[in-house]
């Protein structure tokens, strides 16, 4: 079979990469599931026609989701929930602190852990390590039951539109901060400022009103439209934007985008950015 | 007629773009120039199939090109020289500075002037500035004959295989360097780490082997392939990674990425940036 090209277009423009076949195609409860080998950049997700992350470059989100807010939590933390990401891939990363007691991952769709499991195996080995449980469940209701649990939240959602549409709100926002013990972080999937600035704007809002500390930090993720995705970062602590613990150099050896360097940097945003901020 | 895409294509992924017509085609000496209507995101420039700018997102690439190296020299700079750059927006934002005496630009394709001049006014009025002395010749000829003149020189170039080629060569550093007063810095349109990273790593090199201090800085630019060009920064000052003076308030509010903070955190790059730099 000849190749092909899958494209995401959006408000003008797209990105598209080139694929070599198709893997495995299947319509869940929830939405349509697609993985293909694309050669060049391995393995491509797709979740409604949306692109979720490619092997050659999901290190980049999968570090930065799970290690900001782990990072910039004064003490390391000990128990963490992931919201959506049934890719594993935000699980593989927080698996390679031993600090991490308790990690729960919240997905609503388990045909999607299923897919990344069989075919994924290089970043569904997350769900490998026995300090995860998995709870099959929507998040925004899972999260209204947990109070005062939680060092760490992470959100890696689809866009809003799809199932993780209640992610987006600020009632969610303030449930997950009732779910945060005293000095918790967050860390959400915040789209793309050049893409979505409005979601980005909304999102910033939500976390304002409900954290003391807030930053909204860029991340290089080439497979993404625009190139860039952003995670929204907060906590009732002094300052979200600065690693408060070194990296080891045992993890560090690990890593192919984070570093303590990178977390605050990737805070400082453009004056367009700012604006949409204020 | 109805809407097509254009798309740039390269090792596997690439950027498309909605267009709605086109505006002008004409093939130069050196290349094919083509330029469409987008709607969302305005004009769009190709040099060769090469997306070279759209009105959306031209400012981020120019305000940092033109800034970088303009902050980052310890005294105002009062001589540039931009060489490629033909839209002139480089020189659009250095215009912007009442403190540069002499801006000079040496571009090997007059017929992109042309069609800038013509058909991209909002970039190409960086062209009507009396500080601008316009050069068309080859640009690593051009520096040859230049000795300890210019503060600042800016290579707004395209990818090495079209008439830039010999603006990615060691020599072409060495000439810049000899070309510049004490104090002086350079930048270079310096591709993805993502996209071409032997590229990169040879840029930096090359830079590298001429100056003390040398930088790799991010610019998001979501219809570059990958979402990210680099630019090389680089001085035999202390530290090119640092803006020496502030922006005035009348210029931040003429900027819409460019400010003192993203100058120092463009330059923090992932891991896997820092590997391909050593």
Partial sequence: ??????TEAMNGFGMTVQVKREICKRQSKFQKIELYETGKLGKLLLLDGIIQLTNFDEFAYHEMLANLPFYAHQNPPRRALVIGGGDGGVLRELGKHPELETID???????????????LPE??????????????????EFIR?????????????????????????????????????????IATQAESPYLLPEIVARLHRAARANFRSVGYASILVPTY??????????????????PTRPVS??????????????????????????????
Same sequence: chains 1, 2.
């Fill in 145 to 185: 039951e947990k109070n005062a649990f939680y060092d760490i939240i992470i959100v890696d959602s689809t866009d809003p539109g799809g199932p993780g549409t209640p992610l987006f709100g600020e009632e969610f926002y303030r449930n997950m901060k009732r779910a945060l013990r005293p000095g918790g972080v």
């Fill in 1 to 6: 079979m000849a190749d092909f090209w899958v």
């Fill in 225 to 242: 439209p625009t190139g860039t995705i952003g995670a929204c970062v907060a906590g009732d602590i002094d300052d979200v934007t600065r």
């Fill in 249 to 278: 150099p045992e993890l560090a050896a690990k890593l192919r985008y984070y570093n303590s360097e990178i977390h605050s940097a990737a805070f400082q945003n453009p004056n367009f950015v700012r604006e949409l901020l204020r």
């Fill in 105 to 119: 991952l919240c997905e609503i769709d388990e045909e999607v852990i299923r897919v990344a499991r069989e075919f």
């Fill in 123 to 140: 970043i569904a080995c997350g769900f490998d390590d026995p300090r995860v449980a998995v709870h099959i469940a929507d998040g925004s």
